[in-house]
């Protein structure tokens, strides 16, 4: 048994398909093939159930596949800590960002990334949250930028800004004559909200349960930007958190954004990593970055608030 042919199981376990995790593998099919094979004879256990268009792992195939991916992240933890005690601040990172935040953050802190640590290696990873979980603890990933609270005991949480909600109206809406508005003026307002399985749901049914406002019934929107269209449409009103509404975003002149006075609805983005991660001292450093966002992008767009009124 050797640390490739555990990497071909994972790879079989997570494509179900020969073709597709050779690829994956940067090897041919029947080397892939033939090596599953020589696996399940040393073993003595078939791990694979193959079928004309489809490949399922078994029972004992999963539970091996699973081992497998915290030995191979333990040997890729102990080449971390070789590398990061040479050149602590180069290498790589995997980091993942759920969707509703990743495409509205990275321009304004890349570049920052960049400047401060020049040999490091970012790879973003764009998943809802529970898969950014799963990728986390199974050592897919080194870190994750989620929305707080995360309650799991093997990970280390670093909380990094707090990004309010606005409200977004359609330009014909009556609540469009005004700038703000306090939470229990959305009594009675049906918002629109995304699909199952996004954070941002959550967090608007949240603010739903506290104002007296309910969803939408027959739409929920597979992304942020369909959402946005939605309300420039004219078809209703949403959630927006800030930094989606943030140069370079285009302000919409269909669109008008109201802030809420006094305690604000928001959500709370924080790093977090396995707490074992060999680049622990590091990704606090890096989670200080995150941290140093200009307070400004966290603040109601005024421009485009006036832009909205004119």
Same mark, same amino acid.
């Given at each position: 048994?050797?640390?490739?042919?555990?990497?071909?199981?994972?790879?079989?376990?997570?494509? @179900?398909?020969? /073709?597709?995790?050779?690829?994956?593998?940067?090897?041919?099919?029947?080397?892939?093939?033939?090596?599953? @094979?020589?696996?399940?004879?040393?073993?003595?256990?078939?791990?694979?159930?193959?079928?004309?268009?489809?490949?399922?792992?078994?029972?004992?195939?999963?539970?091996?596949?699973?081992?497998?991916? @915290?030995?191979?992240?333990?040997? !890729?933890?102990? $080449? !971390?800590?070789?590398?990061?005690?040479?050149?602590?601040?180069? +290498?790589?990172?995997?980091?993942?960002?759920?969707?509703?935040? /990743?495409?509205?953050?990275?321009?304004?802190?890349?570049?920052?990334?960049?400047?401060?640590?020049?040999?490091?290696? &970012?790879? &973003?990873?764009?998943? @809802?949250? *529970?898969?950014?979980?799963?990728?986390?603890?199974?050592?897919?990933? #080194?870190? +994750?930028?989620?929305?707080?609270?995360?309650?799991d005991d093997q990970?280390?949480?670093?909380?990094?800004?707090?990004?309010?909600?606005?409200?977004?109206?359609?330009?014909?809406?009556?609540?469009a004559m005004q700038?703000?508005?306090?939470?229990? !003026?959305?009594?009675?307002?049906?918002?629109? &909200?995304l699909e199952e +399985?996004?954070?941002?749901? #959550?967090?608007?049914? #949240?603010?739903?349960?506290?104002?007296?406002?309910?969803?939408? *019934?027959?739409?929920?929107?597979?992304?942020? !930007?369909?959402?946005?269209? =939605?309300?420039?449409?004219?078809?209703?009103?949403?959630?927006?958190?800030?930094? $989606?509404?943030?140069?370079?975003?285009?302000?919409?002149?269909? =669109?008008?954004?109201?802030?809420?006075? +006094? *305690?604000?609805?928001?959500?709370?983005?924080?790093?977090?990593?396995?707490?074992?991660? $060999? =680049?622990? *001292?590091?990704?606090?450093?890096?989670?200080?970055?995150?941290?140093?966002?200009?307070?400004?992008?966290?603040?109601?767009?005024?421009?485009?608030?006036?832009?909205?009124?004119?």
């Amino acid at each position: 048994m050797n640390l490739r042919d555990l990497k071909y199981l994972v790879a079989l376990a997570d494509h @179900k398909h020969f /073709g597709r995790a050779a690829a994956a593998s940067f090897v041919s099919q029947p080397t892939l093939s033939t090596q599953i @094979k020589k696996l399940e004879d040393e073993l003595g256990v078939s791990l694979v159930e193959r079928a004309p268009r489809r490949v399922m792992l078994t029972p004992v195939g999963r539970d091996i596949a699973e081992r497998a991916r @915290k030995v191979i992240a333990d040997v !890729e933890q102990m $080449a !971390e800590i070789a590398r990061r005690s040479q050149d602590p601040e180069a +290498g790589t990172v995997r980091l993942g960002l759920f969707p509703t935040l /990743g495409p509205y953050l990275l321009p304004h802190i890349v570049p920052r990334l960049r400047q401060r640590f020049p040999r490091l290696e &970012l790879l &973003l990873v764009e998943e @809802k949250t *529970d898969q950014i979980l799963a990728r986390l603890r199974d050592g897919r990933l #080194d870190a +994750g930028l989620l929305a707080l609270p995360i309650h799991d005991d093997q990970l280390h949480v670093e909380p990094l800004f707090d990004e309010p909600f606005l409200l977004a109206v359609p330009q014909q809406h009556p609540m469009a004559m005004q700038d703000s508005l306090d939470l229990h !003026e959305l009594d009675d307002q049906h918002l629109l &909200l995304l699909e199952e +399985g996004h954070c941002l749901r #959550d967090q608007a049914l #949240d603010v739903c349960r506290m104002s007296g406002a309910d969803e939408r *019934d027959g739409f929920r929107a597979t992304s942020l !930007e369909t959402l946005r269209q =939605m309300v420039a449409a004219g078809v209703g009103i949403t959630l927006l958190p800030v930094l $989606a509404v943030q140069p370079p975003v285009p302000a919409s002149p269909d =669109m008008h954004l109201l802030s809420f006075r +006094g *305690d604000a609805p928001h959500r709370q983005i924080g790093m977090v990593w396995r707490r074992s991660s $060999a =680049m622990g *001292d590091f990704l606090v450093q890096l989670a200080n970055q995150f941290r140093e966002l200009p307070a400004q992008l966290l603040q109601p767009p005024r421009p485009a608030l006036r832009e909205a009124r004119a």
